[in-house]
């Protein structure tokens, strides 16, 4: 009984120490700036966009259709006054793009053959996601004096399959503020 009790002991110290060793690595990113803003969308601090419902047969038969497009504001509030204008550049990351550049749709039991497109304004031109690197859009300016600004941007239905079925559609993507 002795010597199991021994050859258990040894069994489990040899493998602790492998999940012990594992390169458990967090790296922390920061900065330290004379300005300090609030960033809101829509005038939401946890926003979500509603798009409007599309019919299937606007998306339908081509890869690529397009239709739906919603505007939505990026805006910066409570800055300290500027002295001279300041930019701010917003980078866009996709939580899960396609290899289109699109936001994947994540509804469980959601549309199928359909993504989100970020556009970079209102009728603007489209934002490649793709590859999982944050995008830089836009130029947010706080002018000489003023101690908020915002930015518009747009997001709208694509078709990525020529076959598109009927269902929600959901896509994420993370933003980030960095100061010029």
């Known amino acids: 009984m002795k010597l199991h009790t021994t050859a258990l002991a040894i069994a489990a110290t040899l493998t602790v ?15 330290v700036t004379d300005q300090t803003c609030s960033a809101v969308v829509d005038g939401n601090t946890d926003p979500t966009v509603i798009l409007d419902s599309v019919p299937v047969s606007a998306l339908n038969g ?22 001279s204008d300041e930019h701010f550049t917003t980078l866009f990351q996709a939580t899960n793009a396609t290899t289109s550049g699109n936001l994947t749709n994540t509804a469980v039991s959601g549309a199928t053959g359909v993504a989100l497109q970020l556009l970079d304004g209102p009728a603007g031109a489209p934002v490649n ?5 944050a995008v830089e859009v836009g130029d947010i300016v706080l002018t000489n004096g003023q101690t908020s600004a915002s930015y518009d941007y747009a997001v709208q239905y694509i078709s990525e399959d020529t076959t598109v079925t009927p269902g929600p559609v959901l896509g994420s993507a ?3 503020l960095r100061y010029e």
Request: glycine share 16%.
């Open 17 to 31: 120490p492998g999940i012990a060793f594992a390169a458990n690595t967090i790296n922390f990113s920061g900065e």
């Open 62 to 83: 081509t890869v690529g259709m397009t239709t739906g497009e919603t505007s939505f504001t990026l805006q910066l509030t409570g800055c300290a006054a500027a002295s």
């Open 129 to 133: 996601l793709a590859g999982g690197a």
């Open 174 to 176: 993370t933003y980030t």
